[in-house]
């Protein structure tokens, strides 16, 4: 199926065959698709098409895979069929924002956008327990390649999978690193620079990506969150088009800022969709949520889902997003904690003082947490390292961590070798949990979310600026941070004209409300999670024991929503019960609270 953006007729319709028998299906957006045309037309090579598609396949017959991937700006997955090779290729984009699902059996190779699409084709799927624990207790993310069912597979981020037909030989290789990003050269430039001119470059490598990512010829909107970063890339798409914009926006119960989003929308003289007054309703969506991720997430995709869902019925099929900027330019309070942690370790030489007061006082480096003395021994939770490592990710996730340090190691310091590393490695993973929000939540509402912050201009220049110079030490009691996240984008914003209540609003995230976490504790209590219990060998009762007992709250919400989830995949993958049978269960179970 084709959701139809570039070249609405049947001439961009998929699988693609060219005239010598290449075939190629394609998921996503080629950004400089226009440009690569035209140098391709001076080399007189005809298109029949006005697709992005039919560029990616003469692009890849005349310059080969490898460098046809170094040319391409977009989110993608493909498979390509070379027919004088005989040998079939898939490629992922260079940070995973297009999925590629795969399963092997001898010579049998199945593969697809989703994982369901797959399920026909198999005698039923089976949860892999192992493979489910990162996204249920640590970062809701699979991990090497993994899923959390048997036999299905990911392709992961800038990788290409080659086939060769009638053989069972299955080859993987990297063809793209993003420590591969890090120069040293550009990154010592760009430390000489100024705030204002290091804003600027940022600005002027922004304008690029969002004047390609306006691109469309069907309806396009903005993501509109009335934040900085949704704000700067609303504001930018203005100026390139200079007409009124759609911006869709999503209103929780428990934060009114309609004034500011208001104000903001009149400035530039564009129109605002509100999707609001849903906070209750908003429990009811999960089952169908969690059936478009096929894996865990959190929460905050409940009201993306709703939004969509709008913009879906306004016939528009492209919104721009802000999603990225906070890992590209050291957003997240999560940031600043780590820096904090590594200043005091490289500046204050006090280990002595730290072991001595350990072997006196036994227990007071971790006084201000919960103890996990009844979990680990030695009595050291820095132990719990290897186990996770080997446990969660067959004792690769170090070695890749050692990697995002030695990309910066020409800084001879260690206190800026490990925070650039962090916000490498934040770009490098932890950043999928978005992308992966993004992709699936719009597309089950055949919506495709484009996200400007992550091309590979910009994710190599916010690469290669120091992580001091995006985010110095300037505490503030009003944002509640010690550092001031992503200077460059405010510079940007205040350049643009945006107010000033938008340039310094504190983070919130996406709020779901307090109508709808009170619905998720009531429907854990209720529901069933006997599928949970069963994989884990344990007792239902003493699951939901857990969970009434954590006394810390942002962990007992998250565990009781992940908990709740992983239920639903069960039933839904495996028991193949239906989104909407759950979402009757749980409208019947909320019914008689």
Request: net charge positive; hydrophobic share 40%; with cysteine.
């Amino acid at each position: 199926k084709r959701l139809s953006i570039q070249d609405l007729t049947d001439l961009g319709s998929q699988p693609m065959i060219d005239e010598k028998g290449n075939v190629l299906c394609f998921n996503g957006e080629i950004y400089n698709f226009k440009k690569l045309k035209e140098i391709l037309n001076n080399k007189r090579i005809k298109f029949k098409s006005n697709s992005d598609t039919e560029v990616l396949l003469k692009t890849i017959n005349y310059y080969g895979l490898e460098k046809a991937l170094e040319l391409i700006d977009g989110m993608f997955s493909f498979v390509y069929f070379d027919m004088k090779q005989n040998k079939i290729y898939a490629c992922t984009d260079l940070f995973g924002m297009k999925p590629l699902y795969y399963y092997v059996s001898g010579n049998n190779f199945i593969f697809a956008s989703e994982i369901k699409a797959i399920l026909p084709l198999l005698n039923g799927l089976k949860i892999n327990i192992n493979n489910c624990l990162n996204p249920i207790f640590f970062t809701n993310l699979n991990s090497n390649n993994k899923t959390m069912f048997d036999d299905i597979s990911s392709l992961d981020a800038g990788q290409i999978m080659s086939h060769e037909i009638n053989t069972t030989q299955f080859n993987i290789k990297e063809y793209s690193n993003l420590c591969s990003f890090v120069d040293e050269k550009e990154y010592l430039i760009n430390s000489k620079l100024n705030s204002r001119d290091i804003s600027n470059k940022v600005s002027e490598t922004l304008n690029n990506a969002v004047k390609t990512h306006l691109i469309s010829d069907a309806n396009t909107g903005i993501l509109f969150s009335a934040g900085l970063d949704s704000s700067i890339i609303a504001s930018k798409a203005f100026n390139h088009t200079n007409r009124s914009l759609s911006l869709f926006k999503y209103q929780s119960a428990d934060l009114n800022d309609s004034n500011l989003a208001n104000e903001f929308v009149e400035k530039i003289k564009s129109k605002i969709f509100v999707t609001k007054n849903i906070d209750k309703n908003l429990i009811f969506n999960l089952p169908h949520l969690i059936y478009a991720y096929e894996t865990l997430n959190n929460s905050d995709g409940s009201p993306l889902y709703a939004v969509c869902e709008n913009a879906k019925k306004l016939n528009f099929k492209v919104l721009l997003t802000g999603d990225c900027a906070d890992e590209l330019f050291g957003g997240y309070g999560s940031f600043d904690n780590y820096r904090l942690n590594q200043f005091i370790k490289n500046n204050f030489k006090i280990n002595w003082l730290t072991n001595l007061t350990n072997k006196v006082f036994p227990g007071l480096r971790s006084l201000f947490i919960e103890s996990m003395h009844h979990m680990i021994s030695p009595f050291d939770d820095r132990f719990i390292n290897p186990y996770l490592d080997f446990s969660l990710y067959k004792g690769t996730k170090n070695l890749e961590w050692n990697k995002c340090k030695e990309a910066y190691s020409f800084l001879n310091n260690n206190y800026h070798i490990n925070c650039n590393a962090f916000l490498l490695d934040e770009v490098k993973n932890r950043m999928k949990r978005f992308l992966v929000r993004s992709d699936r939540v719009g597309m089950s509402k055949s919506i495709e979310l484009r996200i400007p912050y992550l091309t590979r201009d910009m994710v190599k220049l916010a690469l290669n600026i120091p992580f001091n110079r995006k985010a110095p030490f300037m505490p503030s009691y009003h944002r509640r941070r010690l550092f001031l996240d992503k200077k460059p984008l405010r510079q940007i914003a205040k350049n643009l004209g945006i107010d000033q209540k938008i340039v310094n609003r504190v983070k919130i995230g996406t709020p779901t409300g307090e109508t709808d976490e009170k619905n998720l504790f009531y429907v854990v209590s209720i529901f069933s999670l006997k599928n949970v219990a069963n994989l884990f060998d344990i007792k239902e009762k003493v699951i939901k024991n857990y969970l009434n007992n954590i006394k810390f709250y942002p962990m007992k919400y998250r565990l009781f929503w992940t908990f709740l989830s992983f239920e639903i995949i069960i039933r839904m993958f495996v028991n193949k019960n239906s989104p909407n049978e759950i979402e009757a269960e749980f409208r019947s179970i909320l019914k008689g609270k």
